[in-house]
């Protein structure tokens, strides 16, 4: 028997529309609950181009396109990489040193549902030449028990691992569905562990309640996440990994230990040391 995991903190995200194509839940932290190693995690929905080419450095940018997403992402970056981000399918920008990307729905007018999640790179590795990792929607393995089917998308469940195996921050990452009524202990034993509902309702942890749209903070005592689904099923996605504990300094799109680091990447930046990227056809 496993040591079920309390539920420590909550909120309940508002949702963000910045434009009328373009709209999100994020999350930024939770009250009195770190995040660590992770930055920050959003539920978008985007319908037409919203984010100009851009650096980042310091940390990996992670995109998944929701299975049930209508459209697919067009990724492109200063490294020369083109994919395409169906549903299903992931795209981990591990930018370093620093790197240009863009993102784009495929089709203009077509939502594209994803998730974005920014994870901390230790100081060591701040300096580390960026990379750029893509894994299809087939080649995600998946955990299926007890009427929950997890897709693992970094990380290991269950003794199934993702393909992802050379990421500097080695993090869990689990898109979690749950049947309408079932009941399933998953294995978590990360000292950071929480978890955001994309839909559904339904109980975790030790019986709290969980809603669309809501984060859930885990104690670190326990191993597992007791779920049970509420009459609609339970969607959510898990996030595990060790807190880095170093400081965070932001600067724009710059998340590195010090100002003097932000400070050098927007120089790195200016120098074009961080390579090129004119806008793609999609913003025409």
């Known amino acids: ?13 508002a949702e963000h529309r910045m434009t009328p194509s373009f709209s ?11 995040l660590d190693p992770f930055l920050n995690l959003d539920d978008f929905r985007m319908s037409e181009p919203t984010f100009p080419p851009h650096p980042h450095a310091g940390f990996s940018a992670v995109t998944y396109m929701f299975e049930d997403a209508p459209g697919a992402f067009v990724n492109r970056d200063s490294l020369g990489d083109r994919s395409r981000i169906g549903p299903g399918a992931l795209h981990w920008t591990q930018a ?18 994803g998730m974005q999640m920014f994870v901390k ?29 997890a897709r693992v998308l970094a990380g290991a469940l269950a003794g199934v691992t993702s393909p992802l195996t050379e990421l500097l921050t080695p993090v869990l990452l689990l898109d979690v569905h749950l049947a309408p009524g079932a009941r399933a202990a998953l294995p ?20 709290t ?14 191993d597992e996440l007791v779920l049970a689904a509420g009459p609609s099923g339970l969607h959510l996605l898990v996030a595990g990994g060790a807190p880095i504990g170093e400081p965070v300094v932001f ?5 590195m230990t ?18 090129r990227l004119e806008p793609s056809d999609g913003w025409r």
């Not at 028997?1 to 995200?13: D, T």
């Not at 999100?24 to 770190?34: A, D, N, V």
């Not at 978590?188 to 019986?207: D, M, Q, Y």
Request: proline share 5%; aromatic share 6%.
């Open 1 to 13: 028997m496993g040591r079920p995991r309390a539920v420590v903190a909550s909120a309940n995200l």
């Open 24 to 34: 999100s839940f994020g999350l930024r932290g939770l009250p009195g609950f770190s």
């Open 96 to 113: 370093g040193r620093g790197m240009l990307h863009e993102e784009i729905p495929e089709v203009r007018g077509v939502v594209s549902h």
């Open 121 to 149: 790179l230790r100081a060591a590795h701040e300096g580390h030449e960026p990379r750029a990792f893509h894994v299809d929607a087939a080649d995600v393995p998946e955990v299926c028990f007890d009427g929950l089917r």
């Open 188 to 207: 978590v034993a990360e000292p950071t562990c929480f978890g955001l509902v994309i839909a559904g309702s339904g109980t975790v942890g030790l019986g």
């Open 209 to 222: 309640e969980a809603r669309a749209h809501e984060a859930l903070g885990f104690d670190r005592a326990g």
């Open 251 to 255: 600067g724009g799109p710059f998340a």
């Open 258 to 275: 010090t100002r003097a680091d932000v400070d050098a990447a927007a120089a790195r930046y200016r120098r074009g040391e961080m390579g």
